[in-house]
Structure formats: structure tokens, C-alpha cells
């Protein structure tokens, strides 16, 4: 007899999720990019220092927690509390399925696109990144 067990839940969720972070300096915009049940990773123009205390905000959700890392314009943050069952199960629905592909036509693309930067390693949509 054949037992199949159900799918598990994954336990990181890629999204892009546009929010705010607030910090002891202000508030500024972000952009939630991987979410786990411990902690987010965050992209935004000005990182916090290791350790600051911070709130991202999403819609009317409200994350609190400290910088665990930071590299560049991306920072971890260390959730105070495990997120809530159905926070989580929000999160791995609305997760992103995406993957560049081996071997992408990087001449496919139209080369006067002012939204797209093609080069023969990377695809690159403008206006995206600071």
C-alpha cells in the first residue's frame, strides 16, 4: 500500500511586497522580498546597523523585530514573535513561483526598451533598483 503524505509547507516564502520600516532615524519605503516564520529579508535605500530595533509595516500588519544582518541594501530581520498561523498561511499563498531561465535569448529582447537592460549575462528592469 502506497501512503502519500501531505505537502509540506515551505519554510521561506518568496514574495514583493512594497511596505515601510520604521526606525529610531524615520520611516522609509521598503520592499519585503523573503519571508520566513522567524524573520523577513528586507531591500531598502538606507539599511539599519545590526542590532537597531525596527517595524516593517505591511497593509495593516505591523512586524517587529531587529536588524540580524545587513549587506548592501538588504537586511534581515529577526522577528520578535513567530509570525501567526494565518499571517504564515497569507505569506506561502501568495508566494512568487519565478526562476530565470538556463539559457535565456538575451538578443530576444528589443535593445531600445527604456525599461530593460540587456546584457549577455542578466536581464535588468529599470526603475527597480536604486
Known sequence: MLITLPKRRPK???VMLHGTVELAAGTQPVRI???SKNGLLVEMTNPASEGEA??????VHRFEGTIAWQKDSWVGVKLSQELAPRIWDAFSEMSLRVGAPRN???DAIAEDDPMVEVTPRRIRLRGLHP
Not at 525596527?54 to 497593509?59: L, S
Open 12 to 14: 521561506r516564502v518568496r
Open 104 to 106: 535565456y535569448r538575451h
Open 33 to 35: 522580498r523573503d519571508v
Open 54 to 59: 525596527v517595524v516593517v509595516v505591511w497593509e
